[in-house]
């Protein structure tokens, strides 16, 4: 009897359905495993073969041929171990009820356990969307599966529980308990906060400002004047995090079996910190096992890249495209493979290499030369993608050693948060959130200027030679800038105070 029993695939972050066709015939026993499964699809065979003999279960006889459907897709990974098990049994005749119903995830242990799959969250969406009434998961993939409405969801921690469920009609499997998203955002603490930085208005105030509206930043300045410190404040005063946002991030951590989170979903704004050291494929995503990379895993989130001009020189061009596009395409053997890559690109670096270039307390040693051909390990191009360039002086032995209390992350929070929720009804049905991120259509349409605030603008690109990107990131910059201070137009204050963070602009024009 050939019998179809249904499971899922990923590719990037989207899953699609895959059916496992078994066909047992009468003959010699074999077991035969055909639709272009890898290695670790191959050895399920064993997997399979075991778990269902070690959970006391007949292993019928015959030749048993199964086909994962679509063929022409790559499939990865054990999660059809107990996809094909089911159809081994039911192609048997050993199964009561139909599994016409179902769908099932799961790799198996040799003694028939299930064990927890990466991926979990695009599979069930997958599900949803394609009106399966009832998945069967893994035990240990439970929490991952409490967001997700719109399938019955049952959890079983072996085989022969699910064996029992099918074939002797057992009321065995339970339900995940569904939880609301709203019930268990903002439980984040950090360590850092900004009220433990002393002075640093200016560069507070950037970062206030690169947090509600999403915009990149760099911070530059000499050595010990507290850029690491600064940048590290920032994930404290990010603005909550979406359900969808959370949803977008969770499939990416799941599928790069890095979701690490007691609920099972993310809630708060993704953080990375690749070391520089840190390879393109590493960055990027792919290799051979197609994972998602520190930059999408960074999506909807910061990628913070500490004295960047360490980093190799082609991997800080790999970023070019997703600062651009808000997604990266990995090549791989069969054909590319795309992952989302919509982050906040958080940098620091000193302005020349004894550091101290235009710092009030030290003089700097370096020659012109010298100078430029450091700030030419940072291409044109990235800078460009840049919003909001700052520097970063030293604070003063006055401004460190007073008692006077700083404002705490939580009141600049609030702040972003209000911003972000204008953002938010303003893009509502794009598929992006934040000012940043906005269309060259859009910012048409959101950032008109007055005369007046023309002819800032005209004056500023003239005086420091702007570019074209540059110009756009200005406008973008000054309506986040209205949008903290609730302004439904930009003003001349919120243009002024965008210039005034192109610190980069002026500092390449005085080399
Ligand atoms: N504004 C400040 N308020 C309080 N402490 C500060 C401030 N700035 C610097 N510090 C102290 O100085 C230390 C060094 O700062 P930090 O490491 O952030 O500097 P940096 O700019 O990243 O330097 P480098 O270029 O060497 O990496 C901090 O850990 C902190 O203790
Ligand atoms: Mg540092
Ligand atoms: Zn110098």
New binding site residues.
Partial sequence: MITKVKSFGVVGVEGYVVSAEVDIAKGMPSYTLVGLPDTAVKEGKERVHSAIRNSGIKFPLGRIVINLAPANTQKTGAIYDLAIAVGILSSAGELKKDTDDFAFIGELGLNGELKKVNGLLPMLITAVQNKIPCVIIPKANEHEARFVSGVKILTAKTLFEVYGYFAENFNNLREVEPLSFAEIKNESHFDADLK?????YIAKRALEVAAAGGHNIL?I????????????CFPTILPDLTFEESIECTKIHSIAGVLDSKFGIITTRPFRTPHHTASGPALAGGGSNSKPGEISLAHNGVLFL??MPEYQRNCLELLRQPLEDNRIVVSRANGSIEYPASFTLVA?M?PCPC?YYGSRAHKCTCNQTCIQKYMSRLSGPLLDRIDLHIE?D??SYD??STTDLEEPSENVRARVNKARTKQLERFSGKDYYSNAKMSAKDVKEFCRLSPECEQVLKSAFERLKLSARAYTRILKVARTIADIDASPEIKKSHIEEAIGYRALDRLVNNH
């Fill in positions: 433990y930085v002393k002075g640093q911070l300045g000499p050595p010990g004047s507290g850029k690491t410190m600064l940048a590290k500490d004295e620091s000193n550091g970063v030293g604070v401004d460190l």
